[in-house]
């Protein structure tokens, strides 16, 4: 063979055997990346945001796969996030698409992050993370569980230094220290006719109904009260200082203005004071402080922000590696991450006594807020901080009567009933003293019976069940009595039991004077004529039976507070339904109160 041949043949070999093992590993290295790649589990999370000064999703879920990859979690968190600039403007509409992915959708998304006051809302769509919430939660601040944004009044420093005027700690400061710069400033000529002296911020949005709350909030009587009931004098005297401030120093329509407006004016110099929510790019000249209170110390700050909830369709295999999101998402790392970058408010309070993190923000604000939170347990949240904004709005620009904006409020809640009371109107104790009017005039004729100059007028009926009716006619009417105050499940039993009592009690009389006046002679009907108390006996054993049966108490509880009550007959179907006005003044009767451990704050 010639050194050509061998040379040849072993070039081959050669090549063979490295182009094989090129192939190979090749193949190897596929298949170990394939191996991999099935392993990691990507989690599709949905959020919204107003800003991008506000929006956190993106540094939480960034800051998650990076420290899942570098702890070899196999788990990664895709983000879906919706701005002003890629989706619609309202939050509302958010929480529309919200309503369609959780109930038509819900495969698409494992993790929503949603506005808290939708808490009620997709509380039963969510998966009950009670079982699953991280240790580092027990760091939380309750209060700010949820918490991201709060409210804070802007004071224009340089103006305020310039009249020697301090920080307004009051409402009534407020007014003051503004009505003073403003005749100064006409005074002296500046023709500083832009000069903004307090915005108010009350749109015709969500934002406008935070304002209104925190305000309300500000006015109670300490700082540890509760928030102050809506028909008290701190309502009144909350709503006057406010229209005092926009009719003496403002103007309706810088008070109606929105978020991009009052940014603008945090750009500017040329306001006093703003009333906005925590944010970090101003003009200088601008310093926060918390808002101002019916006397200082006492202020109101509502608390936006937002939840975490889990679809709880989510597969099983997610489900397994939630916890080591959550613990991630709500550690003390990451949130200090966020507070240093973002001007949003922590609920691990502990976070604002670190020197690292005072260097680079105002902890002093973070400590002094006094947060009121908004009625988020209301199921129908939007309907009611609209209507609740509107009747105020009445008063404030439109000039509706002071009282009638409260009436109107309180009223979107309360049910009204019948008192004996005369706290709001005479209708019940006009009611009650004619009851008893009549009721008197029963139980005066039933001495006509003991008379035997009366007996003759009497002989229509038998006197016995003459008695009978009349007892059956006062219980009937007593039953009014049952009717006024706060319904409860046993006053709805009671009521049931005695207007059926009351109903046999005064209609079996007559029918036994019809039957024994029968024309015709039936044997049947000679036979109760001689044995009444037989014929009256049978209809109180069915009706002792029927109640026995508890049918109709087990729906009365059911729907007590619609007062329908149904009584099923065992061959007839009876239903005496019952509607009248049940009286309540706490919202919580009209709210559906989810499990809170249903959803997370960060």
């Not at 939480?60 to 990859?69: A, E, Q, R």
Request: net charge neutral; with cysteine; glycine share 4%.
């Amino acid at each position: 063979m010639s050194i050509y041949a061998i040379f040849s043949l072993s070039f081959k070999f050669w090549f063979n055997y490295n182009f094989n093992k090129k192939i190979l590993i090749a193949l190897l290295i596929i298949w170990y990346f394939k191996i991999d790649v099935g392993k990691t589990i990507t989690f599709n999370a949905l959020a919204f945001s107003y800003s991008e000064e506000t929006e956190v999703y993106s540094i939480l879920i960034n800051g998650f796969n990076k420290y899942s990859k570098q702890n070899n979690l196999d788990i990664d968190i895709c983000l879906n996030l919706l701005t002003l600039y890629n989706s619609s403007k309202e939050v509302k509409d958010y929480r529309s698409t919200l309503d369609f992915i959780l109930r038509k959708d819900y495969e698409r998304y494992d993790i929503i992050f949603y506005d808290l006051i939708y808490s009620s809302r997709f509380g039963s769509n969510l998966l009950d993370l009670k079982n699953i919430i991280p240790e580092e939660i027990k760091e939380y601040n309750p209060i700010f569980i949820n918490s991201t944004d709060f409210s804070v009044l802007y004071y224009n420093e340089p103006l305020l230094n310039k009249y020697n005027q301090k920080v307004p700690k009051t409402w009534n400061e407020l007014y003051d220290t503004g009505k003073y710069i403003m005749e100064k400033e006409n005074n002296n000529n500046n023709n500083n006719i832009n000069l903004i002296i307090y915005n108010g911020f009350f749109p015709d949005e969500e934002n406008g109904f935070c304002s209104l709350y925190e305000l309300i909030y500000s006015y109670r009587e300490f700082v540890n009260s509760t928030f102050p009931d809506l028909n008290s004098l701190s309502t009144e005297n909350a709503f006057k200082i406010m229209k005092k401030i926009k009719d003496d120093l403002s103007s309706d329509e810088i008070f109606q203005m929105k978020a991009n407006f009052v940014l603008d004016c945090l750009k500017n110099d040329n306001s006093l004071f703003i009333k906005f929510i925590n944010a970090k790019k101003t003009n200088t000249v601008y310093k926060k402080t918390i808002l101002p209170g019916v006397q200082e110390g006492i202020s109101g700050a509502t608390i936006l922000g937002y939840n975490i909830g889990v679809i709880k369709y989510i597969k099983e295999e997610k489900k397994n590696k939630l916890k080591s999101v959550l613990s991630y998402l709500c550690s003390k790392n990451m949130q200090r991450t966020i507070i240093m970058e973002k001007p949003i408010l922590s609920a691990i309070s502990s976070l604002y006594g670190e020197e690292e993190v005072c260097q680079k923000i105002d902890c002093e604000i973070y400590k002094n807020i006094q947060p009121v939170f908004r009625p988020t347990s209301i199921v129908d949240y939007d309907n009611y901080s609209n209507k609740y904004l509107n009747y105020f709005n009445g008063y404030l620009f439109k000039n509706d009567s002071l009282h009638d904006s409260i009436r109107n409020i309180i009223d979107i809640t309360k049910i009204h009933s019948i008192s004996i009371g005369t706290s709001e109107n005479i209708v019940g104790l006009f009611t009650a003293i004619s009851i008893f009017l009549i009721l008197a005039c029963i139980i005066v004729s039933f001495f006509f019976l003991l008379y035997k100059g009366f007996l003759d007028y009497f002989i229509f009926i038998p006197i016995d069940f003459w008695i009978m009716s009349m007892v059956g006619s006062v219980s009937f009417l007593s039953v009014c009595f049952l009717e006024m105050g706060t319904v409860t499940v046993l006053k709805c039993h009671f009521i049931q039991f005695i207007m059926s009592g009351s109903f046999t009690l005064t209609v079996v009389p007559i029918l036994y004077k019809l039957i024994i006046d029968y024309p015709k002679e039936i044997k049947f009907f000679k036979w109760i004529s001689y044995n009444r108390y037989y014929f009256l006996l049978f209809f109180i054993s069915n009706y002792v039976f029927i109640f026995y049966l508890g049918i109709n108490m087990e729906v009365c509880d059911k729907n007590w507070s619609k007062r329908t009550i149904n009584v099923n007959k065992i061959k007839y179907n009876i239903d005496i339904s019952i509607n009248t006005s049940s009286v309540t003044n706490r919202e919580e009767d009209f709210t559906n109160f989810n499990n809170p451990s249903n959803t997370t704050g960060y």
